[in-house]
C-alpha cells in the first residue's frame, strides 16, 4: 500500500508548505485609477492567504462572489481582513464605500471553473458602478485569460464542469 498513501502525503504537506501570503493595497490612486485595489487581479493558488492592506484609510474589503462552498469575507472600514481562497475559481470582492466607483477586484484561486457564472454575476452587479466599469470586465478576462483547469475547461466554452444544480445561493448577502 504505501507509496501512494505516502505520495498522497507528500503532496498534502507539498501544499501546506508552499501556501502564500498575497497583499491587496486598499489605495486612494494606483496604476487603475482612484479608489483602487492593488494589484486588483491576484492569481493564488488553492489555500493561499489573502491579505487586505489598509494604505490609505476610509476604505474596505468584502467578498461580493464566491465559488460554491468557499469562505466570504467582509471587512469594516479602515480595517484590515485576511481570508484564505480555499476552493478552486474566481472571487470577486469590493470596497463598499467606493463600489459606485467600481473599487473591485478579483481573485483567481487555481483554475477558474466558474469563470461563466462569475461574469454572468458581473454583469447585473456592474449595474452599480458610476464610472471605471471597464475595471471588472478586465479583472475577468485576466482570470480567462489562464483559466484552463485539470479538468480541461477553458473560459468560453460554454458549459462548465458540475455547474447548474446549485446555481443561485450566494446572492442576497449583500446589505
Ligand atoms: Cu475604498
Known sequence: ?????ALVLMSIFAGIANAKTIEVKMLNNGVDGMMV???AFVKADIGDTIKF???????????VFTPEGAKTWAGEVNQEVTT???????????CLPHAPLAMIGVIQAGGAPNLDK?????????????A???RLDKYLAM???????????????????KDGAKRKKKRKKRG
Open 143 to 161: 482570470a480567462g485569460a489562464n483559466a484552463t483547469t485539470k479538468a480541461g475547461y477553458k473560459a468560453g466554452s460554454s458549459s462548465g464542469p
Open 132 to 134: 471605471n466599469g471597464e
Open 84 to 94: 484564505i481562497v480555499d476552493k478552486e475559481g474566481v472571487y470577486i470582492y469590493e
Open 118 to 130: 462569475a461574469m454572468k454575476f458581473a454583469t447585473t452587479y456592474s449595474k452599480k458602478f458610476a
Open 37 to 39: 485595489f492593488e494589484p
Open 53 to 63: 492592506v489598509m494604505t490609505d484609510p476610509a476604505h474596505a474589503s468584502s467578498s
Open 1 to 5: 500500500m504505501k507509496p501512494f498513501r
